[in-house]
């Protein structure tokens, strides 16, 4: 089982809220990543981070923002949520290197705004 | 085009049927290769890695051919609990990694 753990799993908040989606991992790797997936949809990439004080924004335009300050957290901050967040939120971390290492994924983060 | 493309499915067989999963990449440069599974509203899970030789794990057979830029999963005596999305995903390196997940392929085993 992989040692990546989101917090909260589900959370429904109103309109205009800031949240913060958690995602810690204990398996010391360098590269972390978000992911937004809508129901029996694909994976979108919203951010990444290839190690400390690193951030990168992914294919999907997305208003939040994340910070790596700690190699084990990649919090996702949402200053001013909207229903159209309402998606399930997913952190996974690999390690890095020159061949491409796969990715472990958290549960998740279901967030639904009202 | 997208750069890693699946089968459209779903996939619908009944127990026991031998089920093979397609997909192809448009770069070239692409150097690690994956077989994810995803459960329905859950995350998604390795299932396992491609290498160029082909490899087997129990009932399910993965092969890559490079030069047709093809990757290809076999399910051979479907159980019920194989029914789940099976993601093709995709690494290459070019300038920094970078990982596709193709849209993945619903396979649903009936009794």
């Known amino acids: 089982e992989a040692d990546i753990y989101q917090t909260p799993r589900y959370l429904v908040i109103g309109t205009g809220k800031k949240i913060t989606l958690e995602c810690s991992q204990t398996m010391g790797h360098d590269k972390m990543y978000w992911y937004q997936q809508d129901p029996g949809m694909e994976l979108h990439l919203i951010h990444y981070s290839y190690g400390v004080n690193s951030t990168e924004k992914g294919d999907l335009s997305s208003e939040s923002t994340v910070s790596r300050i700690r190699t084990e957290h990649f919090p996702l901050t949402l200053e001013s949520a909207r229903p159209s967040h309402t998606s399930q939120y997913l952190c996974?971390?690999?390690?890095?290197?020159?061949?491409?290492?796969?990715?472990?994924f958290g549960p998740g983060t279901r967030l639904t705004v009202t | 085009r997208k750069e890693v493309e699946q089968d459209p499915g779903p996939f619908n067989v009944p127990e026991g049927a031998t089920v093979a999963f397609n997909c192809t990449y448009s770069n070239s440069a692409s150097q690690s290769f994956f077989w994810y599974r995803q459960d329905c509203r859950k995350e998604p899970k390795l299932l396992m890695s491609?290498?160029?030789s082909g490899n087997e794990d129990g009932r399910f057979t993965a092969q890559l051919n490079r030069a047709s830029q093809y990757i290809s999963l076999l399910i051979r005596d479907s159980k019920l609990s194989d029914s789940a999305t099976y993601l093709c995903v995709v690494t290459a390196y070019t300038g920094g990694f970078k990982t596709i997940f193709g849209a993945g392929t619903r396979l649903f085993v009936k009794a």
């Open positions: 491609v290498y160029s």
């Open positions: 996974a971390s690999s390690e890095n290197g020159r061949v491409g290492y796969e990715q472990y």
